[in-house]
């Protein structure tokens, strides 16, 4: 059997599956395919095989929300052409796993007419289909289709069953465990990093001005996979000299970033489960996060390591500030419910035996 994931493949979170899903199902193929491929020859540092469709990439680039508007204007006009390319890879491999991440990729898979497992994002859920009474049909549509379907929350699940009356299975993306814990745990911890990226969702100018106007001089490191544009100039007024701009980092290099923080912050409006903050927890973190249902599935170890936010303090960046400073010297242990919640091997384990019927 192979496994073909229909995916970014530029998407960092969904490559991790990929990654490990490999050295799980030992025997079995792993492959991507994509209308995003990479500049080398459609191929990635981890010798992942990319199977393209038409290469988005090669028409437009950058990040912007015009270009944004563009790339998905131009998405949605070749989508017959991309299902039919599709279609055609599907007959040739009418047996295997097809695995769409993300919502646009759900929705190509169902207008190629295939047999496929849908792993829609949360905000593909919880938000966008309560803005667009066009993206709502389709989202209710192409999960409606879906052989299985996979999400990582609670919330996510629930709001699934109201938009198409259908079950989905609960499974954490997890965080790599022993990676994290290979790491020096003994360095001073000292900075202050956001992990998410530069868009309004995640309310990095809340952050900045709550810096400003209480603990001006705190530097933050920006770690961010995607930005747009405009949204991240205008974050660029409200920093000052000692901000660190350090943008999208290999796994090493976050951990690392990580396990040298005290504090780390992110406080979207809306969140699913996130699994940077997972990360952040597990490299011995404090968090500062705004308070959402997610929370209430983590296991008590991991909710100690956060600060929950109300923005509606003034002071609430200082207040954060203090609990990171008598959280920094106490390491994280995970229990053992931790561990088997969130390290993704478990996670792509179950997986693999759950979804995709393979026995490892």
């Not at 079950?167 to 001073?188: A, T």
Request: proline share 4%; net charge positive.
């Amino acid at each position: 059997m192979k496994i073909f994931f229909v995916c970014d493949s530029r998407d960092y979170h969904t490559i991790d599956w990929c990654v490990t899903v490999r050295s799980i199902v030992i025997g079995h193929e792993v492959a991507i395919i994509s209308d995003v491929i990479p500049e080398k020859n459609g191929d990635n540092e981890l010798g992942i095989e990319i199977i393209p469709l038409i290469n988005i990439a090669r028409f437009i680039n950058g990040n912007s929300r015009w270009i944004d508007l563009l790339r998905n204007a131009i998405k949605l006009m070749v989508v017959p052409l991309q299902a039919l390319k599709l279609r055609k890879i599907f007959k040739q491999n009418p047996n295997d796993v097809f695995h769409a991440h993300s919502m646009y990729y759900v929705f190509l898979c169902w207008m190629a007419g295939i047999r496929y497992i849908a792993t829609p994002m949360g905000s593909d859920v919880l938000v966008r289909p309560f803005k667009s009474k066009t993206y709502k049909f389709f989202t209710r549509h192409s999960l409606k289709h879906a052989h299985i379907i996979t999400v990582d929350s609670v919330k996510l699940q629930k709001t699934i069953k109201t938009l198409c009356n259908r079950d989905s299975l609960v499974i954490q993306n997890g965080v790599d465990v022993p990676e994290i814990q290979s790491f020096n745990k003994m360095q001073n911890r000292t900075q202050i990093t956001s992990i998410r990226g530069f868009y309004e969702l995640y309310q990095i100018e809340d952050i900045l001005k709550a810096r400003n106007a209480n603990n001006a001089s705190n530097g933050i490191d920006f770690v961010y996979p995607y930005f747009e544009k405009d949204y991240l100039a205008k974050m660029l007024t409200l920093s000052i000299p000692s901000d660190r701009n350090l943008g999208r980092l290999t796994k090493e290099q976050l951990y690392d970033q990580l396990y040298k923080s005290k504090l780390v912050i992110s406080i979207p409006y809306s969140d699913s489960s996130p699994r940077s903050v997972y990360e952040a927890i597990f490299c011995g973190c404090a968090v500062a996060v705004t308070n959402l249902e997610w929370i209430d599935d983590l296991p008590p170890c991991m909710v100690e390591r956060l600060f929950k936010v109300d923005l509606q303090q003034a002071d609430w960046f200082d207040k954060a500030l203090k609990f990171a400073d008598l959280l920094k010297e106490k390491p994280y242990v995970p229990t053992q419910q931790a561990i088997s919640m969130y390290d993704q091997y478990t996670s792509m384990k179950n997986v693999c035996e759950t979804v995709y019927k393979i026995t490892t």
